[in-house]
């Protein structure tokens, strides 16, 4: 029933000019994240709630909030589902060569995974989505399933016969 349900998430388009506006009127590394947990996309019960909530309610969890670098940081610290930016087109064109430096894409990508810590190990990290904002547009990105499934049911389809003559 899970399958079905992600399927379904595959055709949402969400997008919240007044959200933005309440951030500033623009989306950037340090609200991208906030921004997304408005969206249907969001876990409630993810580790990115539950930091943000206590940052809300204790004032020694405040700066955790307050750069995406400091809440991805301290995601880390942190088993379970959690969301993280794997994209950020601000940081990607601020470390491109500046010879030939170009207007940011806009694009940024964000993942959906669990961390699981192994004791002197790394810690395991299962990607389980992964959704695209583009401009204040939140879509998910389709699984490896739907789109091979998609090919293989096109490729078995009967192709339009065209005649010219």
């Known amino acids: 029933m899970a399958g079905n349900q992600d399927a379904s998430m595959e055709e ?20 991208i994240l906030f921004y997304f947990a408005e969206s249907p996309f ?11 909530i206590q940052a809300n309610y204790n004032e020694a969890l405040r700066h955790f909030v307050e ?8 995601l880390k ?13 601000l940081q990607a064109a601020a470390q491109s060569d500046t010879q030939f430096a170009h207007e940011p894409s806009n694009v940024w990508v964000i993942r959906k995974q669990t ?14 989505s992964t959704y695209f904002v583009m401009g204040d547009c939140i879509y998910m990105a389709p699984s490896v399933a ?15 016969r065209l005649d010219f003559d």
């Open 67 to 74: 750069t995406r670098d400091a809440f991805e940081a301290r």
């Open 77 to 89: 610290t942190m088993q379970g589902l959690e969301f993280v930016v794997a994209y950020d087109p």
């Open 42 to 52: 969001f876990d409630a019960t993810s580790n990115n709630a539950s930091l943000a």
């Open 146 to 160: 739907s789109v091979v499934g998609n090919r293989i049911v096109r490729a078995t389809l009967p192709r339009p």
């Open 12 to 31: 949402i388009l969400w997008r919240s000019p007044p959200h933005v506006q309440m951030m500033g009127g623009y989306l950037h590394s340090n609200n």
């Open 115 to 128: 961390r699981r810590k192994r004791a002197g190990l790394e810690d395991e990290v299962v990607i389980l």
